[in-house]
């Protein structure tokens, strides 16, 4: 048996669960969990705010972790690896998505780490705030970060392949100017990457608390969204937009400051919808509104590596397991520098 935090309504706060994995079985990897981040996802599905939402819910999608058993048809991985597991544990592998890499996009549905179906008790998946996790090789990442980073490489699992896709498919890199929306979880990372990657990165922040830490984390300039001027400076000047905040909010305001062609693509899902965008300013410079989600997991590996060899990892603070709905309340007020992330060892206490 395992133990795992997780809550048994929406309305209910998380509290220390048993619950049951299945043996490793010929292609699995069993993994103990060492850390797991918080994303703003988590408390989207634990407090019901999309619906659908199963109980017992065990939130947790971006887990870092070594591998305890594997089954006898898994070759890449051995007991000891360091190892990840992001949003994804299952895919049909079959569909024209999974066979291109875009597992996230699997026509039959991916299998999401937790509130996904499956055939085990409860019957639907069950994440990473726990001690263990039985995965499908095919959804474990290769973690080769120095190991006291390794709490800080948690967050990348989803927050770090969530805006690095977006920021590869449209081509952020030198030459091209870049705006990130909502320093958080996500946007903090994307700040990072999208400068790794060579782009000129505008930080997009409500918060002036953050001004100075957007540079920081290497912003070349940042805007007080809550500034008109500050905004009207950057009229029509954007290749790409990448909007990462978790509530609902007005999106002319960055379509205006995307040139001809210029995309705003969102990431963040808050739970209730955008006000109906300004159509008059796509169609007056060609400019798109996209969406993405996550990634696939060989663009994962990818997003791994090229954070190892850049050096970059998220900036956390370390909570314990029964800090974990403070830590949302905290989440909720973007009170968060920049993703929390659960110490697991703090469940035996
Ligand atoms: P987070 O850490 O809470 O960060 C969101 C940031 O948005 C906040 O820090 C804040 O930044 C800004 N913000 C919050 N409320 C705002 C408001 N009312 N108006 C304007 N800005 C506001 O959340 P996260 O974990 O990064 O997740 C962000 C969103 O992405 C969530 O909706 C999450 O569910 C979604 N998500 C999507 C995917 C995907 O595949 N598409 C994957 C993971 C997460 P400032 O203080 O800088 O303004
Ligand atoms: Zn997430």
């Known amino acids: 048996m395992t133990k795992a935090y997780g809550a048994t309504a929406a309305d209910r706060p998380l509290e220390q669960l048993t619950i049951a994995r299945r043996a490793p079985g010929a292609h699995d990897v069993a993994i103990a969990i060492d850390y797991c981040g918080v994303c703003h996802s988590d408390l989207h599905t634990v407090r019901g705010e999309w619906g659908g939402t199963l109980f ?36 049909c592998q079959t569909c024209a998505p999974c066979e291109a890499g875009e597992e996230q996009y ?4 991916m299998t999401p780490t937790y509130n996904g179906s499956c055939e085990e008790a409860p019957g639907h998946t069950l994440g990473g705030y726990s001690q263990d996790i ?27 392949i969530t805006t690095y896709s977006p920021l590869r498919h449209w081509q952020a890199g030198p030459g091209k100017k870049v705006g990130i929306v909502g320093i958080g979880g996500l946007g903090h990372v994307a700040v990072k990457l999208a400068k790794a990657m060579g782009a000129h990165v505008v930080a997009f922040t409500t918060s002036e608390s953050k001004r100075e830490d957007a540079l920081r984390l290497g912003a070349d300039e940042v805007v007080v969204s809550r500034n008109g001027d500050e905004m009207a400076a950057h009229t029509g000047s954007f290749d790409f937009i990448l909007d ?6 007005q999106l002319d305001a960055f379509t205006g400051l995307l040139k001809l062609d210029g995309t705003l693509t969102l990431v963040g899902l808050p739970d209730a919808p955008h006000p109906s965008p300004n159509i008059g300013y796509l169609i007056m410079g060609r400019r798109s509104i996209a969406g993405s989600l996550i990634g696939g997991i060989a663009e994962t590996q990818e997003m791994l590596d090229f954070c190892a060899e850049h050096g970059i990892t998220a900036d956390v603070e370390m909570i314990r397991a029964d800090g974990i709905d403070e830590a949302y ?11 929390f992330v659960i110490d697991i060892a703090t469940m035996d206490a």
């Not at 819910?57 to 190892?83: K, L, Q």
């Not at 959804?139 to 990348?156: G, I, M, W």
């Not at 309340?329 to 993703?339: I, L, Q």
């Open 106 to 109: 699997c026509e039959a549905g």
């Open 134 to 160: 039985v995965v499908n090789d095919k959804f474990v990442l290769k973690v080769t970060h120095p190991t006291e980073q390794l709490a800080a490489v948690a967050p990348l699992l989803c927050a770090g």
């Open 329 to 339: 309340e905290r989440m909720k007020r973007s009170d968060v520098k920049y993703r």
């Open 244 to 249: 990462t905040v978790a509530a609902s909010h």
């Open 56 to 91: 017992p819910c065990v939130p947790g999608h971006e887990i870092v972790g070594r591998v305890t058993a594997v089954g006898e048809h898994v070759s890449d991985f051995s007991v000891g690896d360091v190892v990840g597991v992001g949003c994804m544990v299952d895919s």
